[in-house]
T-cell receptor, first 112, second 115 residues
Framework: AQSVTQLDSHVSVSEGTPVLLRCNYS??????LFWYVQHPNKGLQLLLK??????LVKGINGFEAEFKKSETSFHLTKPSAHMSDAAEYFC??????????FGKGTRLHILP | NAGVTQTPKFQVLKTGQSMTLQCAQDMNHEYMSWYRQDPGMGLRLIHY???????DQGEVPNGYNVSRSTTEDFPLRLLSAAPSQTSVYFCASRRGQGIAGNTIYFGEGSWLTVV
């Protein structure tokens, strides 16, 4: 069965330091993988997606993620955190059967 | 381009009342779905539709009904509201099945409190 595990429910970083949000998945097929961001009281916005092209995917607002098949991981990174990055982040996997699974989310806190 | 529009944004209901959350999309997407979001549980699928006239149950369908009479609209009905249905509800849409990597578009959410 497919699943998505976001390894940290909360991550705190100082402004200007790197961000790492971890996501592991299990899938029987080559999946499509997404990261979404949700700011307080807002809907979910697509940050980036992987669809079996380049394994390093660049998204909006300076975020990027690397698909590592051997590690079944799709971690989200950003070189330098900004206060506006404080939000909840969701890792999402979609298989060829079109079933979509959401991770439980990681809340990112930015310390001044 | 409006995308996915949900109404209302906030609603307070009394136990036993019924109501309908409206969802409309203007992207001609075949696939629409309703999720509920609860703390620490991510998003859970309530119902979904792969096209007009076709609906199916998701992970947590009990207490909810849906219909899909047009491609654009996918309302969610709470039949007899219960406090356990206090949650944030998101409508989502995307292009049809079998398209790798097709982006899921979300509405802004509906905050529902049942007292």
């Amino acid at each position: 069965a497919q699943s998505v595990t976001q390894l940290d429910s909360h991550v705190s970083v100082s402004e200007g330091t790197p961000v790492l949000l971890r996501c592991n998945y299990s899938s029987s097929y080559s999946p499509s993988l997404f990261w979404y961001v949700q700011h307080p009281n807002k809907g979910l916005q697509l940050l980036l997606k992987y669809t079996s092209a380049a394994t390093l995917v660049k998204g909006i607002n300076g975020f990027e993620a690397e698909f590592k098949k051997s590690e079944t991981s799709f971690h989200l990174t950003k070189p330098s955190a900004h206060m506006s990055d404080a939000a909840e982040y969701f890792c999402v996997v979609k298989n060829r059967d079109d079933k979509i699974i959401f991770g439980k989310g990681t809340r990112l806190h930015i310390l001044p | 381009n409006a995308g996915v529009t949900q109404t209302p944004k906030f609603q307070v209901l009394k136990t036993g009342q019924s109501m309908t959350l409206q969802c409309a999309q203007d992207m001609n997407h075949e696939y629409m779905s309703w999720y509920r979001q609860d703390p620490g549980m991510g998003l859970r699928l309530i119902h979904y539709s792969v096209g007009a006239g076709i609906t199916d149950q998701g992970e947590v369908p009990n207490g909810y009904n849906v219909s899909r009479s047009t491609t654009e609209d996918f309302p969610l009905r709470l039949l007899s509201a219960a406090p356990s249905q206090t949650s944030v509800y998101f409508c989502a849409s995307r292009r049809g099945q079998g398209i790798a990597g097709n982006t899921i578009y979300f509405g802004e959410g509906s905050w529902l409190t049942v007292v």
